[in-house]
């Protein structure tokens, strides 16, 4: 009967000093929420939901690839495109078996594409950057999903991406126009909301004067 209750106690002990693992989140999910965020505000909002949380971010493109040491261990730093938001995703991979993963042939290398977990630290505004730390590489992956799966603006050119209702007509960009998006954080910070209301109408409007050209092509 001792014996059962000591291993009862020890039991109970192990399950509260032992920490929650917290869910994983959808970085894609969040990438696009933070690109979309309408003043800096609403970004902040975005961000600090996020941060200190582990998310999965799959069909991420690498653009950038370099060996580093890290506390000397080998690493690897990588700076991704995440497709669905134009932003890129930035960490260093030092778990020996993500390095493998990165390693077996086919070796990955600049134009691959990995899904990788890691937990979102913060986000680079000059770079345009999610920081992630402590990723795993999950697995080599593709650079854009199958039809019908997670990601509808890369299958539907005509999706809608983004939205700006703050202006006095309200303004939405489909997946085949998100390259305008490029510019809102120089514009916003230079102009405000009028100034990137403005430059989004006049930019959306060309675009369909010359789909409209074409008879309604791409």
């Known amino acids: 009967m001792k014996t059962k209750f000591s291993l009862l106690l020890l039991c ?8 929650m693992q917290a869910a994983t989140s959808n970085g894609n999910d969040f990438a696009l929420a933070l690109s979309e965020a309408r ?6 909002t975005v961000l ?24 000397g261990r080998p690493g690897v730093r990588i700076l ?19 390095l493998k993963l990165l390693q077996d042939e086919p070796r990955s290398k600049v134009g691959d594409a990995v899904a990788v977990t890691g937990k979102v630290t ?22 854009k999903p199958k039809p019908g799966k997670e990601l509808l603006a890369e299958v539907d050119p005509t999706a809608l991406v983004y939205s700006y209702t703050e202006g ?19 514009i916003m910070a230079n102009g405000g909301g009028k100034a990137w209301f403005e430059y989004l109408e006049a930019e959306l409007a060309k675009r369909a004067a010359a789909r409209a050209a074409k008879g309604g092509q791409p």
Not at 39 to 44: I, Y
Not at 86 to 92: A, D, I, K, N
């Open 12 to 19: 109970l002990g192990i399950s509260t000093t032992l920490p």
């Open 39 to 44: 003043n800096p505000a609403e970004k902040t």
């Open 48 to 71: 600090d939901d996020a941060v200190g949380r582990p998310h999965i971010f799959r069909y991420l493109t690498i653009s950038e690839m370099s060996d580093v040491e890290v506390e």
């Open 80 to 98: 991704a495109s995440e497709p669905a938001s134009l932003m890129s995703v930035e960490f260093t991979v030092t778990a020996s078996n993500s």
């Open 122 to 143: 913060s986000c680079n505004d000059s770079r345009n950057a999610i920081l992630l730390e402590s990723p795993i590489v999950r697995h080599k992956d593709k650079a």
């Open 168 to 186: 006095p007509r309200p303004l939405m960009v489909q997946a085949r126009d998100r390259d305008v998006l490029q510019r809102k954080d120089e």
